[in-house]
């Protein structure tokens, strides 16, 4: 059973940048996609950025340009770098991986417990 624990949430104005970590007790090696998802107040939970065990990286559109996912499986470790911060990124965001592709929330393998961003305008 791996474990998956965030950091790096916070309160930031808008335009800023915040960078999240999620480390793994165990090896990440096995997982194929890495990635963070987020929920808003009142939303459902959204895919935001994986990144697989060969590096690929994909994003969801609102975030392109400005989100960076990096996976460093040496360290069991996998970031998120937030430049340009809207209001519209407040969230709870969460770590997941996935022995598959990482898709739909409900199929994912494993969660963090979530970390708090706010975008203040």
């Known amino acids: 059973q791996v474990q998956l624990v965030e950091s790096g949430g916070g309160l930031v104005q808008a335009g800023g940048s915040l960078r999240l970590s999620c480390a793994a007790s165990g090896s990440i090696f096995s997982f194929n996609d890495m990635g963070w998802y987020r929920q808003a107040a009142g939303k459902q939970r959204e895919l935001v950025a994986t990144v697989a065990k060969g590096g690929w990286t994909n994003y969801v559109d609102s975030v392109k340009g400005r989100f960076t996912i990096s996976r460093y499986n040496g360290d069991n470790t996998v970031y998120l770098q937030m430049n340009s911060l809207k209001p519209e990124d407040t969230a709870v965001y969460y770590c997941?991986?996935?022995?598959?592709?990482?898709?739909?929330?409900?199929?994912?393998?494993?969660w963090g417990q979530g970390t708090q961003v706010t975008v203040s305008s």
């Open positions: 997941a991986a996935d022995r598959g592709v990482l898709s739909h929330w409900s199929t994912v393998d494993y």
